[in-house]
């Protein structure tokens, strides 16, 4: 049987109107989808909307009343609660779902999904997947993980293949973009002198916020949780992380300082070459080139520079990952896992 490829299929933007919606369909502009495969899908509020694609006026239908069963695939970055309720809608319909909220990454029976590192687990055995909870079909769906623990297992997968990852202590800067389209317009708008706080937990211009998400009860963040746990679940193994997640004054790109230990002594340029073969990573060529949020902005790869030794720790090493945070972060991966599929001959 002939594999389709994602210009073959229909597909639907759930969120169309925010950020990494917008970014949905830029990507599938670049890869040349037919105007007339996607459906764009949003709140009752943005209904009616008119969205641009292949210089066509895209209109913005409602979610709650939209039939999944003729379409193919759902790119789904509406919010946790929105994903809870249509994403198993969608999946009973016979759609497959690529959901880039937090809802679906932990369930064990659905596989989290970065590509390059892990489409294998797209192989196993679905079955645990179509089982039924509270009358909804959880068959159908695979998670997108988070924007910085994506960026962060494409750095260290590649190296865990040389010699395995013992531990890792990561510290985030990440860029405004994370926190929606409401954030951005709000740094924007105490940049040019309005002091209104309302989507950030303290004012953002100008400084830094040493929190992202709730806290948890033993002091974490919810997103230096995610950091730990996706990563623990993409790799396969409970491996020790450390992670403290810092919102900065950036509109997009999320910068990554890595501390890692392995249980070997490999000597740099071995981890370079491992890191330049590995797809979607790039690798700065000298100790004193690297690279910034706004030299990548979108850019699709994962970029690896200052990476070094670390001397308070044996076998110990450092560096530093920068990525677009809405682009491999979100939704470039999210449709990668669909394009992954389809090449595997998979049925949902």
Request: charge should be neutral.
């Amino acid at each position: 049987m002939r594999r389709k490829s994602l210009s073959e299929v229909t597909i639907a933007i759930v969120g169309a109107t925010g950020n990494v919606g917008l970014a949905f369909l830029k990507i599938l502009e670049e890869r040349c989808v037919p105007f007339e495969n996607i459906t764009a899908l949003a709140s009752a509020q943005s209904a009616g909307k008119i969205l641009a694609y292949q210089g066509k006026s895209l209109p913005v239908h409602n979610l709650e009343t939209f039939d999944f069963s003729h379409t193919d695939i759902g790119l789904f970055s509406p919010g946790a609660a929105v994903s809870a309720v249509y994403a198993p809608k969608a999946a009973a319909q016979g759609c497959l779902v690529m959901d880039n909220t937090s809802y679906f990454r932990m369930d064990p029976a659905i596989p989290l999904i970065v590509p390059e590192i892990n489409a294998a687990a797209l192989l196993r055995d679905t079955e645990p997947r179509r089982r039924r909870d509270a009358g909804r079909s959880w068959g159908g769906i695979i998670a997108n993980p988070n924007c910085s623990t994506i960026q962060m297992v494409m750095a260290l997968h590649p190296i865990d293949l040389i010699s395995p990852l013992q531990r890792v202590s990561v510290a985030t800067y990440q860029s405004v973009s994370g926190g929606g389209k409401g954030a951005v317009d709000e740094l924007y708008a105490q940049t040019a002198g309005d002091p209104t706080v309302a989507h950030l937990p303290k004012t953002m211009a100008y400084n830094v916020i040493p929190q992202i998400d709730v806290f948890l009860e033993d002091g974490q963040t919810k997103e230096e949780w995610k950091m730990v746990a996706e990563t623990q679940k993409i790799l396969g193994k409970p491996l020790k992380i450390s992670a403290t997640c810092v919102r900065v004054p950036v509109v997009c790109g999320h910068s990554e300082a890595i501390h890692f230990e392995l249980a070997d002594d490999v000597p740099l340029e071995t981890l370079r070459q491992a890191l330049r073969a590995f797809p979607g990573v790039r690798v700065a060529d000298s100790f004193a080139t690297y690279d910034t949020p706004l030299d990548i902005a979108g850019s699709d790869d994962v970029f690896v520079s200052r990476l070094r030794k670390d001397a308070a720790i044996e076998n110990g090493y450092q560096m530093w990952v920068v990525a677009d945070n809405v682009r491999k972060g979100a939704a470039l991966n999210a449709v990668q896992i669909a394009e992954t599929f389809l090449a595997l001959g998979l049925k949902k």
